[in-house]
């Protein structure tokens, strides 16, 4: 399986609480350029999934609606997903040959650490709207291939 982690965009400070914060106008436009670039070298996940939180959710709508790809929203990638949890539920779309996680730090972070096996303690730091690739050969921790992990401002 091809594996995109899209962090979410840049979002707005101010709301009543850290779940419904929104894009940012910077965000939007971050969303968009990762579309285009995106579109540029054909990378078309099969499905993106998305975390419920408001950020994350607009973030990955319009990646979704530029790539026209299906997108659902999934509980298990909210603030405080679990590498191992991650996992399994990710076992539920093996069926797809690419698949598109969009959430949050530090989660993604702790999940390409875990698919790659890397030892305690070294760190990995994806930031706002990054692109994220990894090759799994099985849906196993540790057996992951970085591919590339490019900050927005670099597409």
């Not at 982690?5 to 106008?25: I, P, Y």
């Not at 706002?128 to 970085?146: E, H, Q």
């Amino acid at each position: 399986m091809e594996l995109y982690l899209l962090r979410h965009a840049n979002a707005d400070t101010e709301a009543a609480t850290d779940d419904a914060r929104t894009l940012s106008e910077k965000g939007i436009g971050q969303s968009r350029k990762i579309g285009r670039f995106c579109e540029a070298h054909e990378i078309a996940p099969d499905i993106i999934l998305t975390s419920p939180v408001r950020r994350a959710h607009e973030t990955a709508k319009i990646v979704s609606e530029m790539l026209r790809t299906e997108m659902q929203i999934v509980r298990w990638l909210a603030c405080g997903m679990q590498p191992a949890k991650a996992l399994e539920h990710l076992l539920e779309h093996q069926k797809h040959e690419r698949v598109m996680l969009v959430g949050h730090e530090p989660d993604f972070s702790q999940f390409a650490a875990f698919l790659l096996g890397l030892p305690d303690g070294v760190q990995i730091r994806i930031r706002k709207a990054s692109l994220t690739r990894i090759d799994l050969p099985a849906l196993t921790a540790g057996v992951g291939c970085l591919q590339y992990s490019i900050p927005c401002r670099y597409v």
